[in-house]
Nanobody
């Protein structure tokens, strides 16, 4: 069983920054793409960013492109989401997730089968 533990959420003013971390408990972490998703009350869970298993390729939702950066450290089994120039509309619970198949990318929730517990990000105006 893979466990994903997120940290780094909190309350920040608009224009500020936060860095989320997600630590994975598995020895094959470097074989799987990782993703970040978010969900606001009353809305469906939406894709934010994804990174390939080796970290060479990254993908972003249009709403966060240029402001958020996904990265990973396979030696530490950890994936990060650096969020800059935060906006009130970025307020949500943020989840990290592990792709269900090795060596494949994914951009929708059904592509991932392991999820963290979520961390709240609140951006005040």
């Amino acid at each position: 069983q893979v466990q994903l533990v997120e940290s780094g959420g909190g309350l920040v003013q608009a224009g500020g920054s936060l860095r989320l971390s997600c630590a994975a408990s598995e020895r094959t972490f470097s074989s799987y793409a990782m993703g970040w998703f978010r969900q606001s009350p009353g809305k469906e869970r939406e894709f934010v960013a994804a990174i390939s298993w080796g970290g060479a390729s990254t993908y972003y939702a249009d709403s966060v492109k240029g402001r958020f950066t996904i990265s990973r450290d396979n030696a530490k089994n950890t994936v990060y989401l650096q969020m800059n120039t935060l906006k009130p509309e970025d307020t949500a619970v943020y989840y990290c997730a592990r792709r269900s198949r090795p060596l494949e990318l994914g951009y929708t929730p059904p592509d991932y089968n392991y999820w963290g517990q979520g961390t709240q990000v609140t951006v005040s105006s």
